[in-house]
């Protein structure tokens, strides 16, 4: 299943997409690691990439993260 997400948003980035995602599941599903996947795939073309979270906790978790 975080295969299949990664694919999807990987694809959205390369086709200059302006769709919204959203990733939801329960804590200890990996979310947090998928993020940090798809962020450094999209830094390592050189693109900018600012992930944001709600809250300060979940966006110290996020590499680059803000609120």
Request: hydrophobic letters at 40%.
């Amino acid at each position: 299943e975080q295969y299949a997400i990664y694919n999807t948003v990987i694809q959205a980035v390369e086709q200059n997409s302006s769709e919204y995602l959203f990733v939801d599941g329960p804590g200890g599903t990996g979310k947090t690691f998928l993020y940090n996947t798809i962020l450094a795939k999209v830094r390592s073309h050189g693109e900018i990439a600012l992930p944001v979270a709600s809250s300060g906790i979940a966006a110290l978790l996020i590499i680059g993260g803000r609120t």
